[in-house]
């Protein structure tokens, strides 16, 4: 339009100089009227733009009154186009009181409308952050243009406007629970390492301490069955409010995961300083915690402490150092805490050098079996042997199945190792049915951890199909603390095995705290009582006690029995006094090698030998050292 102002101005200036002609004038009128036609055009399509835009659009003149407005503006801002029109723009910001800082960052863009409109900066106004004329606050992204006139100066602005609250709102969610526990509101497992790296990192000159802190609920899983999830919820949640009560601002507190708890105390001038921490925590946490509704519950923790030191741990060691000093306090009574001690670390670095070796053992020939007789007191007889697994590293002292099994089993590596066992066991079978027309019972230990892979099972069947063996020749020893470890899986597994026609014994019955009604649930035949009993007979009346009602129990149950460890004729008498079924112990005999057994085997078969004469021929064998244990882990 600029052309037809200049036109104007032209002729206003010829007018000035002469009178203008009718022609002129109708010329004038002409190009008005094109320009207020292709005006209105304009208008029009500026109209269906403000309109149809999802944002917001306000005109503010100098002063930040509202001079236009397009109706996404006033449904905004929840207010009528009459009454928007003339309003001042301050209406609807919200002053900076309420301010938080992660808004801080649009206060540049907040500050452009203020210098745009050069407004009185009487207030600052919390960026972002406008409300609505009914007082509805939300979160507002713009844009601001200033407008300016044809001589240059400005003569207000153009706002464009979201309301972004629920935007906003979903970035903080996910950025929440990215990071923190939505149950206590503390630092979730991430943000707690991501954390203790960068004070690990900032720690480098090593002269101040950092100390990990992770504290487990003791019998956290009896309160939720018992009280229900709500009442433990609601105990966590109280948990960690008086773990953030306790610790300094700079610490931080965490839930790593269910009930265990992790705080890092940072800056700390002497590794003790978190004894001080951990005690408080002990007594603060069994402090009865009243809950909404019903009688208060007591609880307590156990915590396992980890300081850095001198050597660097990474925030990775320094989390399981402290996770293995919190099993020490959990073995020690719980209700208590332990720091993490040199010792484990080497208790820990020999467990890894036995699972490295344990890779390459069967491959290399290094296990065999020993067999150690149990006999029947009845029968006077053998009855079984025990199958009991030998490691003899190629390039290292022997090591004992009690240290390397548990770790075989902790590793994952005993699945290969059991299935070693089956297959030479089976085989020693067959060798000795050949060789003496019988098949002697065998018993096999097995780890309640690989009997709950159900290949357990087939490989076994396999095996003994493939060596044609009868069923009922081979025996399952079964630890009772292995099976309570997961009742459910166990009892289904053995109840199949059983019905294939095989016997089940509970190994070194009377250590663990199984219940005599899920026992009895058990397809059992037999149960062995543990040496630590038997080793009390004549030395401990308790013990004896025990020995018998242990028996009486069993057989009650129809169950056989059998006691290990029998190493005195006094064990053997008191055993027979007391209707014990079978015996095993260096009394009779040591696990024997191979040849040894197929010897006891034979003679007994020939009739040369007398089992019972046996307590002689071992005293005998007895003064040979036999190979000892040189790794303790
Ligand atoms: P266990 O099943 O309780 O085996 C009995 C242990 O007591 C054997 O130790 C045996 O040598 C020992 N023993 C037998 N009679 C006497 C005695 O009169 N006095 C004393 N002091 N000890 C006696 P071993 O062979 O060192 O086995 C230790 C444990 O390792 C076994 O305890 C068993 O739990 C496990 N184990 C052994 N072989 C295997 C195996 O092939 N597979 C699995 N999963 N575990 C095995
Ligand atoms: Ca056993
Ligand atoms: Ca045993």
Redo the contacts with the bound molecule.
Sequence with gaps: MDYLFQYVANLIAERDREVVSLEALDRIHHVAERSRQELEISNARFQVLLESTGEGVLGLDMEGIITFANPRACQLLEIDYQELIGSDVQRFMVPADAASESDKVVSIREQKVLTLLDLPAKATYDPGRWQTATGEPFIIEYSAEATINKSGERTGAVLLFLNITQQRENEERVEYLANFDELTGLANRTNFTGVLKSAIRRNVRGQRYIGILIIDTDHFTVINEKLGQKVGDEMLRMLAERLKNLVRPGDMVARLHGDQFAIMLVDMDHAENAAIVAEKINREASEPISLDDGAPVTTSVSIGIAVTGSDDRDSDELISAAISALEIAKAHGRNTYRFFQPEMQKKAEEKKRVQMMLRSAIDNGEFH??Y?PIISLRDQKIATA?????WHPADADPI???IF?PIAEESGQ?GN??DW?LGSVAAQIKAWQEKLGVYPSVA????SK?LRSHEFRERFQDLIRHHNLPMGGVEL?L?ETGVMEDPTTTLDELVKLHDLGVSISI??FGTGYSSLDYLRRLPLDIL?I??SFTFGIGESEHDEEIVRVMIRMAHAMGLKVIC????TKEHLQFLKAHDCDYV????FS??LSVDDMTDLLTAEKDGTLNVMDLPETASEKAKVPVAPAHVSV
């Design positions: 079996m020993m150690q025990e199958a009991l697994i030998r004992r199945p009690d099994i005993i190792i059991g066992v096999i230990n097995v780890s690989q020893e630890t190994d070194d062995k543990d040496q290990e460890g029998v190493e095993q112990g260096y009394y040591k696990p």
